[in-house]
């Protein structure tokens, strides 16, 4: 009896010994990833976030010794995907991609099944992209300064196109609505795309535009580019001011993209994935393919990235709240 119980004794210890020695394990980053990663975007193939996370993916595979797997799951504007990367395993093999509707839609939407500060660990930022302010031809403004004095002359009738209600470039146009004190009409789009069509046909009169989108456009002189939405002018069109620059100060409304794992996930793997994921988006070879893409890289520091992150919440919660939008269920 004495024995067996000796045995007993000593199997449990050699099996707590076990669980320690793997609990140990899963959170030194030397040990990870021990897997494939999988990165996971929230939209479907094709569109800005895709592209990033194809970038970066295939730079981490090369970098880290396990393949980093790109998980398109869209739907709900980006709520599916955010909602199966935060019900993952947090031990780092799981990042999401986050957009700016990431802070939006728990302000926006009745029914969320995520916090934004609370399920999720932000590693960097990403990226950041500013919307080009640009109106037909037709519109008889030259400036920011000349469409705000002419919508106020014509309260209702100007109409601002976007890629759908509660997107980042819908409130950025009720940022620019509040601030200037003026009344213009939202129009929606299912999509840039069919927006995109219509503005340039003189359906609808003004747009928060992505640089992929816009600058060609403006370029050939279908559209006429008026500022840039960000706090300061963007590389790749240095000449045209911020709209802040132009006759709105304090003016800002920026998309961007960010690098979350599932709360939980060990803080030594996450400095891991930080460190590579800023080293990346530092690469010449990457900047190069952002800035084509008319972004700018943007690594940081964790803490910044939850800063930032939290910042945008409320600032995004405070313009859905007084425009008194409703996300569609």
Request: proline fraction near 8%; charge should be positive.
């Amino acid at each position: 009896m004495l024995h067996r119980f000796r045995r007993v004794v000593s199997g449990c210890v050699l099996a707590a010994a076990a669980i320690s020695t793997h609990s140990a394990q899963a959170q030194a980053p030397e040990a990870f990833p021990s897997k494939p990663l999988r990165l996971v975007v929230p939209f479907p193939p094709g569109g800005g976030t895709d592209i990033l996370a194809r970038i970066v993916g295939q730079q981490m595979t090369e970098a880290m010794g396990q393949p980093a797997v790109v998980d398109n799951r869209g739907g709900a504007g980006g709520m599916i995907g955010t909602e199966y990367a935060m019900k993952a395993a947090p031990d780092g093999h799981t990042i999401l991609i986050a957009v700016t509707a990431y802070a939006i839609n728990p302000t926006l939407y009745r029914k969320v099944n995520y916090d934004p500060l609370r399920d999720f660990i932000p590693v960097t930022l990403g990226i950041s992209f500013p919307y080009l302010f640009v109106v037909h031809p037709s519109l008889p403004v030259a400036s920011v300064k000349d469409l705000i004095a002419l919508a106020k002359k014509q309260p209702g009738k100007i109409t601002f196109a976007s890629s759908g209600t509660g997107m980042s470039n819908h409130l950025a146009g009720e940022l620019f609505k509040d601030m200037a004190g003026i009344d213009i009409l939202h129009v929606p789009y299912k999509g840039g795309g069919p927006a995109m069509n219509d503005i340039l046909g003189g359906q609808v009169s003004m747009i928060f535009g992505t640089v992929l989108q816009t600058l060609p456009q403006v370029r050939a002189g279908k559209l006429r580019a008026l500022a840039v939405s960000s706090a300061a002018r963007a590389s790749f069109v240095p000449e045209l001011p911020t709209v802040a620059e132009a006759g709105l100060p304090e003016f800002q409304a920026t998309g961007w993209y960010a690098f979350m794992v599932p709360a939980g996930t060990p803080a030594p793997v996450v400095g891991k994935l930080n460190r590579e994921l800023t080293r990346i988006l530092e690469l010449p070879a990457v900047k190069q393919k952002l800035l084509a893409m008319g972004a700018e890289p943007w690594p940081t520091s964790a803490e910044k990235a939850r800063e930032f992150i939290a910042a945008e919440v409320a600032r995004w919660s405070r313009v859905v709240t007084k425009a008194g939008l409703k996300g569609s269920e």
